[in-house]
């Protein structure tokens, strides 16, 4: 080849620099560890199929790859057959009434809610054990937020999601109210909405412990830190992962102008990223480390990148499996 051939390609291959700043904590968080391995030694135990009522974590990845090792994803027990094959209940928890109908039906069920659910759980039994009408901020439709609701009988718990929705409400300012929260929160949303409901009802419950967990508060001070200073965000995640689309409003807030939620590569809307010289990649409590990894070399192919790690804190939390794989 001509040299001046080659300094023509050269000059065509020269990639822009790009500044990647590695948000830590990220991605998966105790309660999906727990959660993913309950299936895994299930499947190792029993053989397949197992059933996992509700997809175990909000992550197309993992549901996927559980998949094709033989587990079968069903949305309500009915469609789990009777005998003796496990039936997993996700992470998220569920109401009441299916781990009732579990019983009535002997099924083997397994629980792999996270125990920081579980712990929501209690507290709002306990509120209302104590005759506490429960206030519970979350978000509409989402399986946590119908598992807690579930603890409690009909008309016993109120589902707020915004500031309106509490400057609404119609109790007495002395009634005997509690509040908790969904796990996966944005912090500061979840404070204001905590305030509101104070300054009207000042004798009201708080949790002994916050309710939003310890992963979803280290991932979004992490990320709301790193966002202040780059260009552009990216929260690796899927839509329906409620601490994944917190991610990506912390980022905003904290004034970064490109903050995008993306399941994977693939999904990237590159002509968004062409001027962006400083990136900072998170993921989500349910997103795998592989995604952020695909993500990395994306970015590499198309820029010339510098990756550095910017710790908030360390996580060293570790949950113990469910009871029934720990007997077996
Ligand atoms: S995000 Fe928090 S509550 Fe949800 S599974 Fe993870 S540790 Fe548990």
């Known amino acids: 080849m001509a040299p001046q051939e080659c300094g023509a390609e050269d000059a065509m291959k020269v990639k822009p620099p790009l500044r990647i700043v590695l948000c830590a904590p990220r991605g998966?968080?105790?309660?999906?560890?727990?959660?993913?391995?309950?299936v895994e030694i299930a499947l190792r135990l029993y053989g397949a199929p197992v059933y996992v009522r509700h997809d175990i974590v909000h992550n197309e990845h993992v549901v996927d790859s559980l998949r094709a090792k033989g587990v079968v994803f069903i949305k309500e027990l009915a469609e789990a057959p009777a005998g003796d094959r496990p039936v997993i209940f996700s992470a998220h928890g569920v109401a009441?009434?299916?781990?009732?109908?579990?019983?009535?039906?002997?099924?083997?069920?397994?629980?792999?809610?996270?125990?920081?659910?579980?712990?929501?759980?209690?507290e709002a039994l306990v509120h209302h054990k104590r005759g506490r009408h429960?206030?519970?901020?979350?978000?509409?439709?989402?399986?946590?937020v119908i598992g807690t609701m579930g603890q409690l009988p009909a008309g016993a718990a109120t589902l707020i999601s915004s500031i309106d929705e509490a400057e609404a409400?119609?109790?007495?300012?002395?009634?005997?109210?509690?509040?908790?929260?969904q796990t996966t929160l944005s912090v500061e949303d979840a404070r204001e909405i905590v305030a509101a409901l104070k300054r009207r009802f000042p004798s009201i419950q708080a949790p002994p412990l916050e309710d939003i967990c310890y992963a979803t508060t280290n991932r979004q001070e992490a990320v709301r830190r790193a966002a202040a200073e780059v260009d552009a965000v990216i929260v690796v995640g899927s839509e329906t992962s409620s601490n994944s689309q917190r991610l990506r409003e912390v980022?905003?807030?904290a004034g970064c102008a490109l903050a995008v939620l993306t399941a994977n590569?693939?999904?990237?809307?590159?002509?968004?990223?062409?001027?962006v010289r400083s990136l900072a990649v998170t993921a989500g409590?349910?997103?795998?480390?592989?995604l952020v990894e695909e993500i990395l070399d994306a970015f590499a192919q198309?820029?010339?990148?510098?990756?550095?790690?910017?710790?908030?804190?360390?996580?060293s939390m570790v949950f113990p499996l469910p009871r029934a794989l720990r007997e077996a």
């Open 285 to 290: 409590a349910s997103a795998p480390e592989i």
């Open 134 to 144: 429960v206030l519970l901020i979350g978000h509409p439709g989402h399986p946590e």
């Open 96 to 122: 009441k009434a299916v781990q009732e109908e579990a019983k009535a039906r002997r099924l083997f069920a397994i629980d792999a809610t996270c125990p920081l659910v579980t712990k929501v759980h209690r």
């Open 28 to 38: 998966f968080c105790a309660g999906v560890v727990r959660a993913i391995d309950a």
């Open 251 to 253: 980022a905003e807030r």
């Open 302 to 315: 198309r820029f010339d990148v510098a990756v550095e790690t910017q710790a908030a804190m360390e996580e």
């Open 169 to 181: 409400l119609e109790f007495a300012p002395g009634a005997a109210l509690a509040y908790v929260t």
């Open 265 to 275: 590569a693939a999904a990237i809307d590159w002509p968004r990223f062409s001027g």
